[in-house]
């Protein structure tokens, strides 16, 4: 099945472009938003809310630099496939916990984490592996390298 093409006014494209790397930092981002483009910020929230119902947007916030704010790190398990759900559901409550998703490999389930300090961080992976009884990779960021997404409309 093709995907569906969206087609897009010049408010529409000028609202993506300009904001695809800041949004705006005030208390109604999504007003500033449609000012600077000629639209109601109505309208704005719903062409956001259409285009991520179609698809066509990952994600609207801010991308922050966990390095500055605390600690981080890239993490995996190694379940059993008929554990799979249960595993994922226990490593999803955690609320240091950003994220998790399966992938093909023997260390099946990934998770990005996020604390206040790095002692939390250890404490967390440390209990999650004890109450999974699973092998768990660490892989703590060592380098940090900026890949923008972004293109022009």
Same mark, same amino acid.
């Given at each position: 099945? @093709? ?7 010049? *408010?529409?494209?000028?609202?993506? &472009?300009?904001? *695809?790397?800041?949004? /705006?930092?005030? /208390?109604? /981002?999504?007003?500033?938003? @449609?000012?600077?483009? +000629?639209? #109601? ?19 609207? +916030?801010?991308?922050? &630099? ?6 981080? #790190? ?7 496939? =008929?554990?799979?759900? @249960? ?5 999803? +409550?955690?609320?240091?916990? &950003? ?27 440390? =209990?999650?592996?004890?109450? #999974? *009884?699973? /092998?768990?990779? &660490? ?10 997404? +972004?293109? @022009?409309?």
């Amino acid at each position: 099945m @093709a995907a569906e093409i969206i087609e897009l006014n010049e *408010q529409e494209r000028q609202l993506l &472009n300009q904001y *695809q790397h800041e949004l /705006p930092l005030c /208390p109604n /981002p999504y007003a500033e938003m @449609a000012a600077s483009c +000629g639209m #109601t910020e109505k309208e704005v929230i719903e062409k956001l809310r259409y285009w991520d119902e179609k698809g066509v947007l990952s994600r609207v +916030g801010a991308v922050i &630099n966990h390095q500055r704010l605390g600690a981080s #790190t890239l993490a995996a398990l190694a379940v059993p496939e =008929d554990q799979l759900e @249960a595993v994922a559901d226990l490593v999803s +409550g955690y609320p240091e916990v &950003n994220h998790n998703y399966k992938r093909e490999h023997r260390f099946n389930l990934w998770f990005v984490l996020a604390a206040p300090d790095q002692q939390q961080l250890d404490d967390v992976l440390e =209990d999650i592996e004890a109450r #999974t *009884q699973l /092998p768990l990779l &660490n892989l703590p960021m060592l380098k940090a390298h900026h890949l923008d997404l +972004g293109f @022009a409309l």
